[in-house]
């Protein structure tokens, strides 16, 4: 059976920006600058875009590339390849697979509330606006409405249904006709209704959304020393780049050998920055200073990541001419985003039981999404289900692979191996001297920032024990295990069968 590739390059430059673009860019980027003080957040921000970011994007690419001119896909196969495929190189592959399936769980849902509020938009049944200078007032409405939906509302499982479905038949149509195709048509899209909506809102109320816009570029160097900025920001550019989970890894091991992954890699990160730095940074934030001026900014966002996105936001629209349009659009931008995103944060699997288990890929994917959709579920009904599932998943386990993708892909690898595959067929070279500095400089950051993290968080988080909690961290070691045991119960199939 032989792997599928990419199309066209334009095809694989869209599929990967669409992979990286998502809710991170629209939603979670506008929460954490208000959060930790705008130019605050920004300094710490590029730092790791530089430090981290980029080096392991282009890790990722080439060892993608790499592999899966082998044969593999999944973390679970890549790094065993690098240890003639022992048990203990695959079940570390295997979390890898186990952290992008985490996130999906949740991530589909939250991708699921964008679809229904665009209907909802559309068909003119958000909440009538108030009037009124005060942002409370103004958004009372919308944070009921968005309460009632989120119950779950019989509305929202509704939607969720139809967004599992959706992934699931793009998925089965495969790397060519399902996810390239989709983000030829939605890419594009994204980009254009994300520029009008950064107008619309950069220009609200007499061009006053500029003013959100210098909140976010005015550098602030007061909170260099706090921890907690530095962690954020690094977790950002892993989430927002799909980095530290093999999702960018999967999609490199589509393309044919000859592809320049430097090339693919760079305009991964930059289609993925602009989507955030320029667009994501001129939407939520500038809408909200306009209207509810600065000091509302900060409130907003300690009300959670969902706050400005789904209330905030719709408060604002609606009460401007087409606000059931405007809101529509905002809604299904995010939609879209999304939708290409955890496409990507499926493939894994389906590339782990494909690749490895050596399924065909219609029983691939419907094993995939039969488990992604159970996570969905409780998603919707666990409460306190997401936060501890983005906590391990999205934030520390991230951290953590990526330190050891750069261990073994550049260490173990050896830099000179390394090096001669980055160079292969790039468009630029890449001096050695470079590699040696990111191998150094890059991990010694990540364990920093790990250690502060395991002062400043962890206790918080293993001090929670509420049911719902242990609910999710019980779903947590169920995935862990049942994809380890994928992996292990594999080696014996992948050594068996036919194979390059
Ligand atoms: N990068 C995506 C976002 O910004 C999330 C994601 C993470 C997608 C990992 C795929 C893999 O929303
Ligand atoms: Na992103």
């Not at 909170?223 to 799909?242: C, N």
Request: include cysteine; charge should be neutral; glycine fraction near 8%.
């Amino acid at each position: 059976m032989k792997r599928e590739t990419w199309q066209t390059k334009i095809g694989l430059i869209f599929a990967a920006a669409g992979n990286a673009i998502g809710l991170g860019n629209l939603l979670r980027f506008p929460s954490k600058v208000a959060l930790y003080g705008g130019g605050a957040f920004m300094v710490p921000y590029f730092v790791a875009l530089f430090l981290l970011g980029i080096p392991l994007m282009l890790i990722e690419w080439v060892i993608g590339r790499y592999a899966g001119a082998k044969g593999h896909g999944s973390m679970t196969g890549i790094i065993g390849s690098f240890f003639n495929h022992s048990y203990g190189s695959r079940v570390i592959g295997s979390i890898g697979v186990s952290i992008p399936v985490l996130i999906v769980c949740y991530y589909i849902y939250i991708e699921s509330w964008t679809l229904g509020f665009a209907f909802l938009s559309l068909l003119g049944k958000m909440p009538q606006p108030v009037q009124s200078p005060d942002y409370k007032a103004a958004m009372e409405p919308y944070v009921s409405f968005f309460k009632d939906y989120t119950e779950p509302s019989l509305t929202a499982l509704v939607f969720l249904v139809i967004t599992l479905a959706i992934n699931w038949v793009i998925l089965q149509r495969g790397i060519v006709k399902g996810i390239e195709l989709t983000a030829k048509y939605g890419l594009p899209l994204l980009i254009l209704m994300g520029i009008f909506l950064g107008f619309v809102s950069l220009s609200m109320n007499g061009w006053k959304g500029v003013e959100g816009l210098l909140f976010i570029y005015t550098p602030d160097f007061s909170k260099l020393s706090d921890p907690q900025v530095w962690l954020e920001a690094s977790g950002q550019i892993f989430f927002t780049l799909s980095l530290g989970m093999g999702a960018i890894a999967t999609y490199a091991s589509y393309v044919k050998r000859n592809e320049d992954a430097v090339k693919a890699g760079l305009w991964t990160a930059g289609l993925n920055e602009f989507v955030e730095v320029v667009i994501g940074a001129s939407i939520a934030i500038p809408a909200a200073f306009a209207v509810f001026g600065a000091l509302a900014v900060p409130e907003l966002a300690k009300e959670g990541t969902f706050r400005i996105g789904f209330m905030t936001m719709p408060a604002i629209l609606m009460s401007l001419p087409f606000g059931s349009l405007l809101s529509t659009v905002w809604f299904f931008l995010l939609f879209i985003a999304a939708l290409t995103s955890s496409l990507a944060l499926t493939q894994p699997l389906v590339a782990l039981l494909e690749d490895e288990m050596r399924w065909s890929h219609s029983k691939a994917v419907n094993v995939s999404m039969l488990l992604v959709s159970a996570g969905a579920f409780l998603s919707a009904f666990v409460p306190g289900f997401i936060d501890d599932v983005d906590f391990w998943a999205g934030t520390l386990m991230l951290l953590f692979f990526g330190l050891l993708e750069i261990i073994i892909f550049v260490w173990i690898f050896g830099v000179n191996n390394f090096h001669r595959e980055l160079n292969t067929n790039s468009f630029i070279r890449i001096p050695k001297a470079l590699v040696y500095f990111f191998a150094v400089v890059s991990p010694v950051f990540l364990v920093i920032l790990l250690y502060f993290w395991g002062v400043t968080k962890l206790p918080e988080v293993l001090s929670q024990t509420e049911p719902g909690v242990l609910i999710a961290r019980a779903f947590v070691i169920f995935v862990l295990v049942l994809i380890a045991f994928f992996s292990v119960e594999s080696r014996r199939r992948y050594l068996a069968g036919p194979h390059m």
